[in-house]
């Protein structure tokens, strides 16, 4: 049964890198209100995701999942590629 407790974090963001093997680099942004003058404020994170076949490329917007630590910064994997990006 999935509870709140074992359910896994995923994320939506765009492919900013794809040279390293097996990992790309995931590119998610997020908007919140400022606290006292409530602009929304836009943050930008990045985080490393394991592509085991190499299918991502720069541009694609991809959903990733939370998974154990497979590297020093990998703690994300790939679940679906949602669109495919500008190749050339």
């Not at 985080?47 to 020093?72: Q, W, Y």
């Amino acid at each position: 049964m999935l509870t709140a407790e074992n359910a896994k974090k995923t994320k939506e963001g765009r492919v900013v890198s794809n040279k390293m093997n097996k990992t790309v680099v995931v590119e998610v942004k997020s908007y919140r209100p400022h606290l006292i003058y409530r602009k929304q404020i836009r943050s930008i994170k990045r985080f490393k995701a394991h592509d085991e076949n190499n299918e991502c490329g720069a541009g694609d917007m991809v959903r990733i999942i939370e998974t154990r630590p497979l590297s020093k910064e990998k703690r994300w994997k790939i679940d679906k590629i949602l669109i495919r990006g500008d190749r050339e």
